[in-house]
């Protein structure tokens, strides 16, 4: 028996459990080794029976003195279990375990059962009590040694098959085993630990120090598993035929000796980062993410004019309309002195109109234009291209894989820059943009507005009416942002358009307007135009406000419900002020039932205006998980691994699967066909993610 062993070739699994692990995803040996414990429970030596409240779960073992069912409510039901400590020289008070309306549970405890629970007690009344606790009944049989007197592992289970049944089955097959076919997956220099060793004490380990040697090496595999496909990646793109698409830089030195500022160090490191793959002959592939307000517009802007100087046209995509016409007029302003035509591309736009042409062959005496702006249009036929050299995607998180690489398939090997403005951790880079050349924004321009960020109770609105009013007669402008569109039962939470007419009320006889997400594309780009203009002073708006939006006059906002946003979303938001001249001030509004995470996210926000130390908090706040998400889609999943916690080991498995790919970038040699495997493994894996 081997990994690769089918689940259904295994007597000591009945079919009907081999059905319900089938049902779980997992078919074969390997699946089912993989599917690591969640954690573990030290039944060399139980906790103590609390004697109250407790800011950790214990873990107890005890037995079963009564039983009871209550009705409350109708057909609501109450299982209530009395457990007492095994000793017969406790003196402790007996722990009470309760259920709600759990009758499977009612089925399996009975008195004088042995029974471990595990949960997070709570003071009741004289007692103590822990509401659906995680339990398991022990029988005194043979197979105590699985699960008593030991580092026990509880894994994560499903209808049907209990941590302790899974426990068993993972048992059963550990023993059967046959170490000599688990090849290993990452190279001797990176770990040597034996792979069946591993994996032998990952689920039931002799110690604490054997399971940290051995989740080291396993975490290893996974991150190695992980870099060896974006090493792949880039292999195979720097294997494709590319072009050089930068020569003279006239144009570029220009635009920026008519800046009325000077660019800073990081504008300038990255140009040139930039501009070495722009001038090398091979597809590029490059990432430039930075701060709300580091400048990243005219550092793309710098690298299509190399572009365009070289011959070649660019394009700069955006995801929202709103986004793409602000970029246009940026780009059309900064290019016009520089005699560069600059056209404008969205679903929205069918015909030229206004301010806002739409690239035409018989515009502008049929030439074509230089740079092309726009949204999701710009993938599809009559975009306009012609001699495609560089493709600029910004906030890049927004388009799949597939949109991104269509866009490229409209010219000839295009170099690629996508942008982000939202600030990757230092860990998570080499993580979800490994394939990509990297270049960091970590400075702001000199000419950046101050924001003041004050988190308040909600009970303080008046006065933050006030301080609004004031800033606005005085000529200024405000966003002020909500969660939702409209009210809902399900969430106490306010909305944008419930709440419309009280702003209205509030900062009469100064205009408002409303904007979000269900307004017409025209209609929204009528209302953002008068608000640019200052024709309104305030908008009453959701989270489209997020990107894209830069009107130097609006230096405040003000967010209510600010606890239902997220860490970084808020600090997205934020960015929209401060980009004038004018002192700006962020003004949170939490509700009161506020507290824990919630309050600590804000009182960050208050601290710090630096996008980094906020993405690195949210990362741990939110966890990696929830983080790489869809940003992970394209990678091998990752069971075990943290890359926030584990950063070092991801540095040292990112080495050691460059280096394989430096020597061998076909994988050719004989020693390294076990790492094709691992390839092909791991993209049966994303398969199966995407299916």
């Not at 006030?466 to 909305?495: C, M, N, T, W």
Request: glycine share 6%; net charge neutral; with cysteine.
């Amino acid at each position: 028996m081997n990994l690769d062993t089918p689940l259904t070739e295994l007597e000591w699994i009945p079919p009907q459990r081999q059905r319900q692990l089938d049902r779980f995803g997992i078919a074969t040996v390997g699946a089912l080794l993989t599917h690591f414990p969640k954690r573990y429970e030290d039944r060399t030596q139980f906790d103590r029976f609390p004697t109250g409240d407790t800011a950790e779960p214990v873990c107890v073992c005890g037995i079963v003195k009564k039983t009871g069912v209550r009705r409350i409510r109708g057909s609501q039901k109450m299982f209530d279990v009395v457990l007492e400590e095994e000793s017969a020289h406790a003196l402790s008070t007996p722990l009470l375990c309760r259920w709600f309306n759990a009758h499977w549970v009612e089925k399996m405890i009975v008195n004088g059962q042995r029974l471990v629970v595990y949960g997070k007690p709570k003071a009741s009344g004289s007692g103590v009590v822990i509401v659906h606790p995680e339990f398991e009944v022990v029988e005194n049989d043979a197979e105590v040694s699985i699960h008593l007197k030991r580092l026990v592992p509880i894994h994560r289970a499903t209808e049907g098959l209990s941590p302790r049944v899974l426990r068993h089955i993972v048992w059963d097959t550990l023993e059967n085993l046959c170490d000599d076919e688990v090849e290993p997956i990452i190279p001797a220099v990176l770990d040597a630990t034996p792979r069946a060793w591993a994996l032998r004490q990952i689920h039931f380990p002799d110690s604490r120090a054997t399971l940290e040697k051995t989740r080291r090496h396993l975490v290893l595999e996974e991150f190695f598993a992980m870099q060896l496909s974006i090493a792949a990646k880039r292999a195979e793109q720097s294997a494709q035929p590319g072009a050089v698409h930068c020569a003279a830089d006239s144009l570029m030195r220009r635009l920026h000796a008519a800046l009325p500022f000077s660019l800073t160090g990081a504008q300038f490191r990255s140009i040139a980062e930039i501009r070495a793959d722009l001038a090398a002959p091979r597809p590029m592939n490059h990432l430039l993410h930075g701060d709300v307000g580091s400048g990243k517009t005219l550092v793309a802007l710098s690298a299509m004019l190399l572009a365009v100087e070289a011959g070649y046209q660019a394009a700069l995509m955006t995801p929202t309309q709103i986004l793409a016409e602000q970029h246009y007029l940026t780009l059309r302003h900064l290019c016009e002195p520089l005699s560069l035509r600059v056209a404008l591309r969205t679903a929205a736009r069918t015909e030229q109109s206004g301010a806002l042409p739409l690239f035409d062959p018989s515009v502008e005496g049929g030439e074509e234009p230089h740079i092309l702006v726009g949204t999701h249009a710009l993938l599809y036929a009559g975009a306009g291209f012609s001699r495609l050299g560089l493709a600029v995607i910004d906030e890049q998180h927004k388009f799949g894989v597939m949109q991104r690489a269509r866009l490229r398939d409209q010219g000839i090997a295009p170099d690629v820059l996508v942008m982000t403005a939202t600030p990757i951790p230092r860990t998570l880079t080499m993580t979800l943009y490994g394939d990509l050349d990297v270049s960091t924004l970590d400075e702001l321009p000199e000419n950046r507005g101050r924001i003041v960020t004050a988190a308040r109770d909600a009970a303080k609105l008046p006065e933050a009416v006030k301080f609004l009013r004031e800033h606005l007669e005085a000529g200024r402008q405000a966003y002020i942002v909500y969660p939702l569109i409209d009210e809902s039962e399900k969430l106490e939470a306010k909305a944008a358009a419930g709440e419309f007419k009280k702003w209205q009320a509030l900062l009469a006889p100064m205009k408002c307007e409303l904007l979000h997400g269900r307004i017409a594309p025209e209609e929204k780009d009528a209302i953002m135009e008068r608000f640019r203009r200052g024709e309104s002073k305030a908008l009453i708006a959701t989270t489209v406000i997020e990107v894209g939006i830069d009107v130097p006059n609006a230096n405040i906002m003000l967010v209510e419900n600010a606890e239902r946003f997220g860490l970084a979303q808020l600090h997205q938001l934020r960015g929209r002020i401060g980009r004038g001249e004018h002192k700006s001030y962020c003004i949170l509004l939490r509700s009161a039932k506020a507290e824990g995470e919630a309050l600590e996210k804000l009182r960050l926000l208050e601290e710090t205006s630096d996008g980094f130390k906020i993405a690195e908090a949210d990362l741990r706040m939110r966890g990696p998980g929830d983080i790489l998400g869809t940003a992970q889609s394209g990678l091998p999943p990752l069971k075990l691994g943290d890359p926030l916690a584990d950063h070092e080991l991801m540095r040292l498995a990112r080495n050691a699967a460059f280096l394989l790919f430096d020597r061998d970038p076909q994988l050719a040699a004989p020693e390294n066909a076990r790492y094709r495997s691992v390839l092909a493994e791991g993209r049966k894996l994303m398969l199966s993610q995407v299916s």
